[in-house]
């Protein structure tokens, strides 16, 4: 039987789990608890009803507690809990990838598996370097990344992101030829911009200059979040995307979009990628794969990169590199019942019906006190507030805190407050969250 959620935890049973990504003193002395959740809602261990304005963690993009995703995922624990992909087989992972590759961009019809989305940007990286090496241009092994850049947690991913705090302790430890472009968030040009910025696509050109300084014959790949989430929601300006593209395709570099929060209908179509109308050669996903039920992440790729190591011997590994749980059963299982979800319910696309009402009810807090800029696209929403003096962060985490004992959880990235609520939200629960959020702002001194 399952066990049942205890109400609280002692302090002796807080002290084993090392948290991540958290406060953990200050999180021990006043824990936040989740004990259930359904739908749009969690429930915390004493019973308290909170509406989910994060889809968990950019995840839970079908909504909580769904019976297909359990079923399906029992059915397979029952039929065959595991099995190994190196050099075998089992008939749902193709059966996945076809699927995928039938909602990707044209021509990202080959699928690596991998268990996260830092997991998918390392395995990006690699075929990256693998593939100039298969062609003959082994020299090219250098990555462009880009200032307040997210991609995971892996030392491919650090090196190439660009947060300063997810750098600074492991500096000697990362990947060597890396540089980074500069960030395109500018509140002098594009605060309270409505959707995406008109301001900055030139941005893009400094690309060239980086070009320049290391010679493109040194580079494989320019590594971008379409938009960037855990820097606190940095959107591309118009245009700023395909300028990126024009130059790879014109220097012979590959082109890698991390869609590890974006895809699977956060922004009203499958991937971001089609959104912006602009195809990269490598597109890393996670979190929305399997609505978050199971760990799983797959790095889409052109079918050119793939067909470059499909050469010599047949009977020789073309790709050293994979996971002991790449495309496992259980989580391919998740995955396919998640995307029946998808299809059944279009929401793969409802974020763009949604996102009129949704831009208008982020934008209301505007002239509120102490918020410096709103931004939002799809069904992603940010509103920046301003620092307090010597104390950066810390007016974000007291709103963070303050709307989750009101009923509401949103996600703290220093002052900026982010929202991306499961694609099945309603528009009297977007009233909710930002009414609340706003109460709390105005509150908050």
């Not at 911009?193 to 290391?214: M, Q, T």
């Not at 010679?215 to 300028?243: C, F, M």
Request: charged residues 20%; neutral net charge.
């Amino acid at each position: 039987m399952n066990a049942q959620p205890k109400s609280a935890l002692s302090p002796a049973e807080l002290d084993a789990f090392w948290m991540p990504f958290t406060a953990n003193r200050q999180f021990k002395a006043n824990p936040r608890l989740l004990a259930r959740a359904d739908g749009m809602r969690y429930w915390t261990a004493d019973g308290r009803e909170v509406l989910d304005a994060v889809a968990g963690l950019w995840c839970v993009n079908a909504g909580h507690g769904r019976r297909e995703i359990t079923e399906a995922v029992t059915q397979q624990l029952n039929t065959m809990e595991f099995a190994p992909t190196f050099q075998m087989g089992h008939p749902i992972a193709f059966e996945l990838a076809n699927r995928l590759a039938a909602i990707a961009p044209p021509g990202m019809d080959r699928v690596f598996f991998t268990n996260s989305g830092s997991e998918s940007v390392d395995t990006a990286l690699k075929i990256a370097i693998a593939y100039h090496r298969a062609r003959g241009a082994g020299q090219r092994t250098r990555f462009i990344g880009r200032e307040k850049g997210y991609h995971g947690v892996g030392f491919g991913g650090m090196s190439v992101g660009g947060m300063v705090n997810n750098r600074k302790f492991y500096g000697s430890s990362m990947l060597p030829g890396v540089d980074h472009l500069p960030h395109t968030l500018d509140f002098g040009h594009n605060a309270f911009s409505r959707g995406l910025p008109h301001w900055g696509a030139h941005l893009a050109n400094e690309l060239e200059r980086l070009i320049a300084l290391h010679d493109a014959s040194t580079i494989a790949a320019v590594i971008v979040e379409p938009i960037s989430g855990s820097a606190g929601v940095v959107l591309p300006p118009v245009g700023y995307l395909k300028r990126l593209r024009e130059i790879c395709d014109k220097h012979d570099i590959l082109l890698i979009f991390d869609e590890v929060i974006t895809g699977f209908g956060r922004v009203g179509r499958p991937f971001a990628a089609q959104a912006f109308d602009v195809t990269p050669d490598l597109m890393t996903t996670a979190k929305g794969l399997t609505n978050g039920a199971i760990p799983m992440g797959a790095v889409f790729s052109q079918r050119k990169i793939y067909d470059a190591f499909m050469q010599g011997p047949e009977n020789t590994i073309e790709l050293f590199h994979g996971y002991t749980y790449s495309a496992h059963p259980v989580a391919c299982a998740a995955a396919l019942a998640t995307l029946d979800i998808y299809t059944k319910e279009g929401l793969l696309t409802r974020a763009a019906t949604l996102a009129p009402q949704w831009e208008d009810a982020v934008h209301s807090l505007r002239g509120v006190p102490h918020v410096i800029d709103v931004r939002n696209y799809g069904l992603i929403g940010a509103v920046e507030l301003e620092p307090r003096a010597d104390k950066p962060g810390a007016r974000g985490f007291d709103v963070f805190a303050k709307c989750f004992e009101r009923g509401v959880m949103v996600r703290q990235a220093g002052d900026v407050i982010a929202l991306s609520p499961p694609l099945i939200i309603e528009p009297k629960q977007i009233g909710r969250i930002v009414e609340t959020l706003g109460a709390v702002i105005r509150e908050t001194a």
